[in-house]
DNA sequence: CTGAAAGCGCTTACAG
DNA sequence: CTGAAAGCGCTTACAG
């Protein structure tokens, strides 16, 4: 190693070893050393084939891109030579030229010093499906809705045929460096609903599934229900799960009992400390819905540190359905939300509007979800 | 709508609901209408601001790009406008001509129909932070071990200036299209040592992690101990886990003693049927190592549910540390590898060989893990 | 069916 | 300090 390294782990505060690789074999994959071409990066070009074959450069290209527009032999002996010679396609330069990426830029958000959240992850899963399966390729960028994070705020330009917002409000997808490129790009929000914004937007019916919950909770007898509420400023994801929770309440007249605990946030300490407003509660609820998984997962652990029994003392209902969620201990009851085919719809949706065969319009889609049904409640 | 959108959704299987949006109103963000060019793409260009100006487009570039090899008036002047008329420079073009892109590939594996794991979220999250902060991009490419899931094949080639595979084997980044690329970018192998393939590597100890496991349940007086097994095939993970317990075991001659269980993943399911396995066992070991904490978790839900208590009759570690361990009951004794600084470590190094200031010779970095201890063991 | 030319939007030696 | 020209690697009318 060079005395460069020592600064970088410094940086990085990290202790490390050295170890000497079995060195002496060479790489594995590349081109062999006869190839022709390789001016600048090495790289074979269209150039290179043309002049191996004695052809034109258009000619080589259309062998490559357009193969009904040449002749046969002659696209056999293009795709064999550039086979040989390693070629793969620059996609700056036929982007360039073309106009067109074959690639779609997501802005995901992440609160600064946490991942992406599990939820964005099953939506990024259903984009990257889709996406692969249309020939797409994708350029993620993260966002960061309280601007503390170190992302990267470059502007960038005709690197995409569209954008994917995943929860992101204006500021968010602003934040990213995005605004110059949603003027000119088709643009879908996920998750989130921005149609007053005029952006298309596929979201899950987060009320209906609160109603869902509340309804599943009233039936079984509970009158007093609380609500663990996410936060309020960055996302909009907890108005209309309360607004659902709430509209169940009022057709069983049960609203003026309800109480409302502001979590903070959506993960597990929002939902400990959720809990620990819940046992001062002097009139306790007998049935608890969390804004998320994660919160209710936190919660039940507070609680039943506290002697309370889930879902004999408390019923306790989630919003994810996440993976963990089945193996808890009691597993959670929770709502699904159809995660994965908002993404995929959502890139599907995109790339057909990219390629002009569908006319995206600033509406609403709302997906459905449903009750998961385990021990807590 | 129009007609397109029925075929859409029933591809998809999902029931939908259309909305209008409160229209009438105009886009947010976007160019004011008297901004001049906008020739092709409705996009400003540099010869546009040029034009403007009365200037030649060189000079508009270096103003841009290189401020201080012009005129300072000549610059603030090209500022100006540039804002003014929402200039943001073309990516492609830019990285054609310099050959530099400022973006990095990173080749991410997921099973068939599985989401990107916890794990690889936390390195990509290390990976988003480093990178914005060094002013680069990230272009995602799933790779599918299995071949199932419909990635994207296409070979890319120029788009990026390096390359990250993360918990990747060749074969896999292979799958991604990404061999081209390979053969002509420097290139980092995260969470798994590829050194023999002269890929420079960055990992956690592995070994030592589940030696510290293995340490801490002896020192507490376990003699028969059990370890549940991640697949062998597909990832590089399980070898060096199940070697560090067994040097662990071999020190203190309980090596014999051992049960090896054979989970299967590393997903939640596999530690419920390790758990059928262990729970059929005539002599059973006292305490158990799952081979990740979502195996650990499996498994202990299951012995819960069949009456045994832990850690008073099992004591449980499981490996990565993921968020919600902390929260689980019991809460997860385990094993923390720094996921998240591999991450932020190989982007930093990366960078820093693509910019040619250090030079990433293939040797293995290891970086150390440590153990959690929580309520499990 | 193939060749020659122009151009996507940018940057960078090279002159002046 | 600025301008004019060339070129990154590709594709696509336009001729033939």
Redesign the pocket.
């Known amino acids: 190693m060079n005395g460069n390294s020592a600064p970088l782990f410094n940086d990085l505060g990290g202790i490390y070893h050295w170890q000497n690789s079995n060195s002496g074999r060479t790489q594995v994959m590349g081109n062999t050393e006869d190839d022709v071409g390789a001016?600048?990066?090495g790289?074979?070009?269209?150039?290179?084939?043309?002049r191996e074959l004695?052809?034109?450069?258009?000619?080589?290209?259309?062998?490559?891109?357009?193969p009904?527009?040449?002749?046969?032999?002659?696209?056999k002996l293009v795709a064999q030579t550039a086979r040989r010679m390693g070629?793969?396609?620059?996609h700056?330069?036929?982007s360039?030229?073309?106009?067109?990426t074959n690639t779609l830029l997501v802005a995901a958000p992440s609160q600064p010093g946490l991942p992406i959240s599990p939820v964005v992850i099953d939506v990024l899963h259903g984009i990257f499906f889709e996406a692969g399966r249309m020939g797409y390729s994708v350029f993620i960028r993260e966002t960061d809705p309280s601007g503390m994070a170190p992302t990267n705020r470059r502007p960038l330009?005709?690197l995409a045929d569209g954008i994917i917002s995943i929860s992101g409000t204006a500021e968010i997808i602003q934040s990213g460096g995005l605004a110059a490129e949603m003027a000119h790009l088709p643009l879908i929000s996920l998750l989130t609903d921005q149609t007053q914004l005029n952006i298309p937007s596929l979201i899950a019916d987060e009320a209906a599934g609160l109603y869902q919950a509340a309804d599943y909770l009233i039936r079984q007898g509970h009158v007093k229900l609380a609500y663990i509420a996410g936060p309020l400023d960055i996302s909009e994801h907890d108005r209309p799960r309360y607004q659902g929770f709430c509209r169940r309440l009022e057709e069983s007249g049960l609203l003026d009992g309800h109480v409302r605990i502001e979590g903070g946030s959506y993960d597990f300490s929002s939902g400990t400390r959720a809990a620990e407003t819940f046992l001062d509660l002097p009139d306790k609820p007998t049935a608890v819905i969390g804004v998320s998984d994660a919160v209710a997962l936190g919660f039940i652990r507070r609680i039943k540190d506290a002697g309370l029994r889930v879902p004999e003392d408390v019923a306790v209902i989630g919003y994810d359905d996440l993976a963990y969620s089945a193996y808890t201990s009691p597993s959670l009851t929770t709502i699904s939300q159809p995660t994965v085919e908002i993404g995929k719809a959502g890139t599907r949706l995109l790339i057909d509007a990219c390629s002009g065969r569908f006319d995206l319009k600033p509406q609403l889609i709302t997906m459905p979800t449903h009750l998961v049904r385990r021990e807590s409640a």
């Not at 004695?54 to 357009?66: D, K, M, Y």
């Not at 070629?87 to 620059?90: Q, S």
Request: aromatic share 2%; proline share 4%.
């Open positions: 001016a600048r990066s790289r074979v070009r269209i150039a290179d084939i043309a004695g052809l034109n450069p258009s000619t080589v290209s259309r062998a490559i891109s357009n009904n527009r040449v002749n046969p032999e002659t696209h070629y793969t396609a620059n700056l330069a036929r360039l030229r073309t106009g067109r330009s005709g």
